[in-house]
């Protein structure tokens, strides 16, 4: 059975930092591409960061550029997202998703961080920053 697990989540104060994992069963993550979205209330689910295999380049949205890191340990099936410098409103649920659609995260470029591209998508855990 395929599945994706994040964990990392919790509150932390704005300008500190969490790492979020997210870790698979079920298939290898070295065959996909994923990325990691948010969601905060009321609001639609947006794409924050892609990584794939065959090219090994990344892409993140401009919220998070130069603030996120996404990293990949195919040994261990899992995908982390580095989260530094956090702000109020970075507070959402995070989500990781894989697909098998996406052979590029820079040759697909802003459409790598589209919800329709991913086919596998964890339960999700909350990220808060407040003071």
């Known amino acids: 059975q395929v599945q994706l697990v994040e964990s990392g989540g919790g509150l932390v104060q704005p300008g500190g930092s969490l790492r979020l994992s997210c870790a698979a069963s079920g298939f290898n993550l070295d065959s996909y591409a994923i990325a990691w979205f948010r969601q905060a209330p009321g609001k639609e689910r947006e794409g924050v960061s892609c990584?794939?295999?065959?090219?090994?380049?990344?892409r993140y949205s401009q919220s998070v550029e130069g603030r996120f890191t996404i990293s990949r340990d195919n040994a261990k099936n899992a995908v982390y997202l580095q989260m530094n410098s956090l702000k109020p409103e970075d507070t959402a649920v995070y989500y990781c998703?894989?697909?098998?659609?996406?052979?590029?995260?820079?040759?697909?470029?802003?459409?790598?961080?589209?919800?329709?591209?991913?086919?596998?998508w964890g339960q999700g855990t909350q990220v808060t920053v407040s003071s």
């Open positions: 998703a894989a697909s098998n659609r996406i052979e590029s995260a820079q040759h697909m470029g802003v459409l790598s961080l589209i919800t329709g591209w991913y086919d596998y």
């Open positions: 990584i794939t295999t065959s090219d090994g380049t990344t």
